[in-house]
């Protein structure tokens, strides 16, 4: 059903319909979608070839006659599946504002019982898609409208519309919106951005928010915590920000807590309210993002339809890729207990494959937890199930939902509200000072939320990656695993004591390891060379169940006892590309010169018997006697949970770093 109106009452906008840069190709694939294959390469708009003078605005586009521009895209499409599953909205209406001669088409689609992506990625088929309404328009300003029920879209499915022009006459969008009746709730939130040492970073994003008119009435406040040396308050922009957010911007100063402990402050500044009112809802925002207002604003809103309070949280897009997605929905594998996306949805560039043409992304697909670049918690929760693990960074974001999750609470990663961020395939937190946090937080989640006997396959996966690091030459990362291990046995009383510290203990301590420094002046990078025939990279295999035994058994009687080349102590045998350095292939080597993932280094790895040994040897101590000890230290852990998270202890550890009364310097 259509109706030609400029007002409809009752009803509530809950997305617009908008624009990249008209020179930003990679972000134009997220808003105009790709033609699908051969059959509409010759009149359906491609987003990566839009004329610069057809992009009008933010909200309008020229379509040029004979041509067709399908809105059917990640962020202009509607997440039909999403709406109906969570909210009780049962029709939502298309508003499209256009001038010139052309039709609007409405097209939607459904799951059609698709199985899960499978490993080797998704089906390669486009979404199954029919006409749900058409319209011919004519003339200047014309609003259109139609009512779209929701009813048949359990398992997902997607609404969006095209425009086609006429022949003869180009057809302009003038803005478009996808409506709901009103419900009366108008939930506000307090954007909480955690920064170090990123002043400019975080004020652009303050920036940014404080210019979209669409958040005027959601955003009751924004709160940067700034944790670093470098002072937000120092940016040559913050003054500007400050006077654009109009009394909203308040920043506090505190040391450096981890992502948990500037979340944690956010979080608790929420529960106590400020200037005699309290937010609906508390919303992480990572300081190196590139916010997009626009999703801020449908994670509010969709919040405010939702039948039972949930977790919102936004996908991720990289920022130097900026068309690609990291991760479609992310989940926990409670039997590894180790986490990612589903499998076939990471990665997903729509610059190569547009929405319409994944049939996978037109399933609902229920999440775990969601990234912390940008997530939003209702007050009431943060309320019932308390504050961040006290734990710096890693599995945070991940514990705290499947916590929330115990308690009846949710976590939706909503389609079309997502931000840009630094991909973690351009980090090396597996093996610098961050290898800490990854092994103790996961033992530490799994001891909480794991629901096998010895966390499941938990030991053997701690197991591996402990000798991984030692048969691979890496012992730097090597000391910080089993450093965690040993924190784990110390338990929760002294997480907050240590939240502070342990980071820089942790950096502190890679000065003691040839493999730790990276080197970044190419003078002091050694040269190639070798005495003996070195292994050829192409020739590294992964061993497969079958031979892995075996290998092992020879890795490590090689690593303990045959004694490394002379040559080797001085010179690397060879480089090893970030991407060739696997834990099949180091060890094969007696020293080499392996370069990380940003590319502006290298770190020189020589392999030690004398350490291989004492790692291996305290890779079955501590295994050991972490199975022995686990039931009692999951206990001990779930029976502190509910203190160590709680606003008293919370608080106790912010009484250090107490907020500025004066805040206009």
Known sequence: MSTDTNESAGLREVAHVFLAEADDADGMALCIDKPLKEQELTHVLDPAAVPEEDRISRSSLRVRPGKRASFGSYFNAFPAGYWQWWTPVTEVTLRVRTSGTGRIIVSSSRARALGPAGPQGRSGKSAFSSVAASRQVSGPGVTTEFALPLKNFGD??????????????????????????DNGRRGTVTLGMTTFNRPADAVQNVLRVANARELDDCVREMLVVDQGNQPVRGDSCYVEAEKAMNGRLRVIEQGNLGGSGGYARGMYETVKGSNGARSDYFMT???????????IFRSCVFADYLTSPAIVGSHMFDINRRSSLLAYAEVVDEYRFNWGPIPGLGDIDFSDEGLRSIA???????????????????????????????????????EYSLRARAHGYPTISLPGSATWHASWIDKDDATDWQAYFHERNRLIAALLHSPYAVGGRMLRESINVLTKHALSMQYYAATLVSQAIDDVFAGPDRLHDILESKAAETRALKNDFVDGPVITNLSERPPIR????????????????????????????????????????????RAVAKGDAAWFYLPKLDSALVSNSTGNGVSLYQRDPQQARRFLGKDVVLHAQLAKAWPRLARTYRKALPRITSMEEWGRTFAKYPEEQDQSS
């Not at 425009?163 to 180009?170: F, I, K, R, T, W």
């Not at 925002?285 to 999703?295: F, G, N």
């Not at 940008?374 to 974001?397: A, H, Q, S, T, Y």
Request: proline letters at 9%; hydrophobic letters at 45%.
């Open 530 to 573: 070798a005495e003996r025939a070195v292994p050829l990279i192409v020739k590294a295999k992964q061993p497969n169940p079958r031979t892995l035994i075996p290998w092992a058994a020879t890795v490590a009687i090689r690593q303990v006892f045959k004694k490394p080349t002379e040559l080797s102590r001085t010179y690397p045998e």
């Open 285 to 295: 925002l990572d300081d190196d993002i590139e916010i997009e207002p626009e999703s």
């Open 360 to 398: 996978e992304l037109h399933r609902r697909w229920d999440a775990d937890y969601n990234g912390w670049w940008m997530c939003l918690i209702p007050r009431c929760v943060i309320e019932e199930i308390g504050l961040p693990l006290p734990v710096f960074i890693k599995w945070d974001d991940s």
């Open 156 to 181: 997902g499915g997607w609404y969006w519309f095209d425009l086609v022009a006429s022949a003869d006459e180009p057809l302009v969008l003038d803005g478009a919106a996808w409506l709901v009746a």
